[in-house]
RNA sequence: GGAGAGGUCGCAUAGUGGCCUAGUGCGCGCGCUUGGAAAGCGCGUAUACCGCAAGGUAUCGAGGGUUCAAAUCCCUCCCUCUCCGCCA
């Protein structure tokens, strides 16, 4: 959630910031108004809590005669007062954070900003072949198998599939160990409070995440959510600021109703592995560490050769929770497009504010800044690295780096 | 999963209906003392919200309930520890 003062003390640039995302900035008006209502009724509430205090300092009759009265008062304001406060949180929990002042402006997906390419989309001599044909050939992934035992949009990983991902994992988190950052395997389950704090919610879609009948549990959809809610309730130490954490973990998404040619095979599943990169930093540092998180993840794509953008989210693509947003997309031949492979954020103090992590800053406690990266999904990648190293011959070349963790070059037939 | 014991202001503990505005010890901070230090002594040491302020309200694992009044009594749940069971 959002800094409640900034409503109350300047209600227009919030509205401004929340009509940039294309929210309805009614909303905003509409926290105003409930936030008054609850205000009032606290008072009232308050005043009689504190003649009861008052009361029941001195036993004798006549007090017993009043602190009845005042109960039954009581019994009247406050569940308007705890309905005040429901409503005002539900309306203020759908204002998102606003966007930073240099983001573009726009309102999907069409008016994101491609800044930069790296390398050259590969040209084939050949007709190149897409991953799901080539991992059917290889004997690699078998989605068939998994709609049996899973249903559709799960596979199983074999062979050298398997051996892949396990390089990929362990190169990525060394990668990551390399540039200061402590390694984590996280639960892949998480408390509906963390799923939720950590909004990873599509605008206005609850349907995003797996539920364990009978448990307050979810499988998470990123590591995102377990790494946020490692420090939630703390108040953490300055000096130990920034605080940088590579998560390994496995996610999971519904993924409702997306279906078509550009969800074809890995691109779209209900279960894949992760390496996620995770930050807490002091306000004043949280441009820099997105900066970092960003060149991180072009280094390592850089270093697995594969062709990708750097694109720019616009206002409107933002989600709730981010203030900027940069995404990575590979180069994948098999649709002739690129298809994004990483998206790193700074939510500010967004989710701090809804995890309640803070740093004592002399007197002061204030709230971190979190942030979160892609280093690389293991559904993805292998589509990037698959079919921009196929052969004419049908095998496919590992990239360079990989090599030690895979313990060959090549998979072949 | 079963049985038992617990969860109190940074830590350790006291508190079993109104004297709790939560005591004490440790730790921490400030001051006195000292050539300096230790000890000793004194004072202060949670968070959130409302309020210009004085001050007020809430929080004793969480949520309900009983009562004029709840850390304290009742119910549900969560977590930790010990033992048992089961398993990797």
Redesign the pocket.
């Given at each position: 959630m959002i800094d409640?003062n900034l409503i109350r003390e300047n209600p227009e640039l919030v509205k401004a910031g929340v009509a940039r995302k294309h929210y309805d900035a009614g909303i905003v008006d509409r926290v105003v108004a409930l936030d008054k209502e609850r205000?009032d009724l606290?008072?009232k509430?308050?005043?009689l809590?504190?003649e009861?205090?008052?009361?029941?300092?001195n036993?004798s009759p006549e007090?017993?005669e009043?602190?009845?009265e005042?109960?039954e008062k009581l019994k009247e304001i406050e569940p308007q007062l705890e309905k005040a406060e429901e409503q005002l949180n539900t309306a203020f929990q759908g204002i998102p954070n606003l966007p930073q002042d240099d983001v573009p402006e726009g309102e999907g997906e069409k008016d994101n900003k491609v800044l930069r390419e790296w390398g050259e989309p590969k040209k084939f001599s050949f007709t190149p072949k897409d991953h799901v044909e080539l991992g059917k050939e290889l004997d690699i992934i078998d989605f068939e198998k998994a709609a049996k035992v899973s249903g559709s949009d799960f596979y199983y990983l074999k062979n050298d599939g398997v051996l892949l991902e396990l390089a990929l994992v362990n190169y990525g988190i060394r990668f990551l160990i390399e540039r200061g950052f402590t390694p984590m395997i996280t639960p892949d389950l998480a408390k509906e409070r963390y799923y939720l704090g950590t909004g990873y919610l599509p605008k206005g879609d609850e349907a995003q995440i797996y539920t364990v009948q009978g448990h307050d549990l979810g499988l998470i959809a990123t590591a995102e959510v377990t790494l946020a809610g490692y420090h939630a309730d703390e108040t953490l130490n300055k000096k130990d600021l920034p605080i940088k954490y590579a998560g390994y973990s496995h996610c999971f998404r519904q993924e409702a109703g997306a279906y078509g040619k550009y969800s074809k095979g890995l691109y779209r599943v209900h279960q894949f592995t992760k390496v996620e990169m995770f930050a807490y930093t002091k306000p004043e540092d949280s441009n820099n560490m997105l900066q970092e998180f960003l060149k991180t993840e072009e280094e390592f794509w850089q270093s697995l050769e594969i062709p990708y953008r750097v694109v720019e989210m616009c206002a409107g693509d933002l989600g709730s929770q981010a203030t900027q947003k940069y995404d990575l997309e590979a180069w994948m031949p098999g649709r002739n497009d690129w298809g994004e492979v990483t998206s790193t954020s700074n939510t500010t103090d967004y989710q701090a504010r809804n995890l309640n992590i803070?740093f004592r800053d002399g007197d002061e406690?204030k709230y971190v800044h979190m942030l979160n990266g892609t280093l690389f999904a293991a559904s993805r990648a292998p589509i990037a690295i698959l079919e921009n190293n196929q052969q004419e011959d049908g095998s496919v070349v590992i990239p360079e780096v990989l090599h030690p963790y895979m313990g060959k070059d090549k998979i072949e037939k």
């Open positions: 409640i205000l606290l008072q509430v308050e005043e809590r504190h009861r205090n008052e009361i029941s300092k036993d007090n017993r009043k602190g009845k005042i109960k803070k406690t």
